[in-house]
């Protein structure tokens, strides 16, 4: 028996718990003592002295995975970070995945892409950090065409970045990172990153943005109080607080809302993306503004005018936005439509939760079953409009 049954489901969230060598054992042999080294910082109590731990051989080894595949359809509510099956090992991975029954899922890093992503980098090393996490994660997904291998590529530099895409999609990766902030002092839109979304469009793969693409924090300032600052829910001091959460979606807004008043979407209508475990309770405000302004200041900005498509209708057609299971799924479907939202499990950090499922499934209500098939089956597979996902 498994954990999701009764018809099919895509996973649009889930990660890899790299250990330390997950990068300087994939990159190039003369970039290999040049990589930095990965941040644990950001989880907490999860990561921290804990990681060396988990990584057992032979008869202990094995002693694990079965004792995990024991609890059977229960593994998600099971052990999580580090210690769930299936955390940092591929093949692991593929058992975990037949007990908790997803029919894909989207491999995303933990902390590694905040290497990749590090602005302050000198161009070789981001791109050689950005070349070792693409093979560590396709090396990690392996043949299982479950799992859907999520690259992360920086933008600051546009001929690098094609560069990296092409290798990839060579690898055969199911979708690309990108970070949701200026790329090198350009918009997402501008003219030198056109030949990159035009790629992805053409080869059915999605951006993706997601949790860990740009700063987690806000700036420290806004947590002084004179008062002790709390620790985060972690426990350590580099993952989210509630002020942080407040605005954790604002960056990723304005990416996408700049992909749309910038034409990209006009201009690549097979362009997919995704915004992943960014929330989605902002998305239905977002498109309301989106068209407001495009309707206001085309009257000023001749770029505007050249939309033959509503924004709402852009993002609605392209984009697609994972909730939080905390969040009410069927409220934000009534403010816009089902054909936005994703399914996603977040196996196995602990934010997914215990049931997922349950959760989902409470906050869907009263929602058709046309709605619910859109929620955990078909609106990941719009992501890849040239294949059945």
């Known amino acids: 028996m498994t954990y999701a049954k009764g018809r099919v489901f895509n996973d649009a969230d889930s990660h890899i718990m790299e250990l330390p060598d997950f990068l300087s054992a994939h990159a190039d042999p ?8 990965i941040g644990f910082g950001s989880g907490g109590k999860t990561a921290e002295g804990r990681i060396s731990r988990y990584k057992l051989e032979g008869a202990a080894k094995d002693e694990k995975i079965a004792r995990l595949l024991e609890l059977g359809d229960s593994l998600i509510a099971g052990p999580k970070g580090y210690e769930a099956l299936g955390a940092f090992d591929g093949g692991e991975r593929k058992k ?19 290497v990749v992503f590090d602005e302050r980098l000198e161009p070789d090393i981001a791109y050689g950090a950005a070349r070792a996490h693409n093979r560590a994660v ?3 997904c392996g043949d299982d065409k479950r799992l859907l291998g999520v690259a992360a590529i920086p933008l600051d530099n546009p001929k690098r970045a094609m560069e990296e895409l092409e290798f990839a999609l060579a ?45 987690l924090q806000i700036p420290k300032d806004w947590m002084n109080t004179g008062r002790p600052i709390p620790t ?16 954790l979606h604002h960056m990723p807004e304005t990416f996408i809302s700049t992909m ?3 034409g990209v979407l006009e201009r690549h209508p097979g362009l997919r993306g995704g915004a992943i475990e960014l929330g989605a309770a902002w998305v239905p405000s977002m498109i309301r503004r989106l068209d407001q302004i495009a309707d206001i200041w085309k009257k000023s900005e001749p770029e505007l005018r050249k939309l033959t498509r509503k924004p709402s209708e852009q993002i609605t057609d392209q984009i697609r936005f994972t909730p939080y299971p ?34 989902f499934e409470a906050s869907l209500g009263e929602m058709s079953e046309t709605t619910r098939e859109r929620f955990y089956t078909r609106n990941f597979m719009d992501l890849y409009p040239q294949s059945a996902a």
Request: glycine residues 14%; negative net charge; proline residues 6%.
């Open 30 to 37: 003369a970039l290999r003592d040049r990589m930095p080294s």
């Open 96 to 114: 975990a995945l037949d007990l908790l029954g997803f029919a894909k899922q989207l491999v995303f890093s933990t902390f590694s892409a905040g």
């Open 138 to 140: 396709a090396d990690f």
């Open 171 to 215: 690898l055969g990766l199911g979708g690309v990172w990108v970070p949701h902030r200026p790329a090198g002092g350009r918009s997402p839109g501008h003219d030198d990153l056109d030949p990159f979304w035009a790629r992805l469009a053409e080869a059915g793969v999605p951006f993706l943005l997601h949790v860990g693409g740009h700063k």
């Open 232 to 247: 985060d829910w972690l426990g350590g001091g580099e993952n989210i607080r509630a002020k942080d959460m407040t605005s």
């Open 260 to 262: 749309v008043l910038d």
């Open 326 to 359: 905390f969040e009410d799924v069927g409220a934000m479907i009534r403010e816009s439509n089902d054909r936005l939202y994703l399914f996603s499990s977040d196996y196995p950090h602990t934010e997914g939760g215990r049931n997922p499922l349950g959760r």
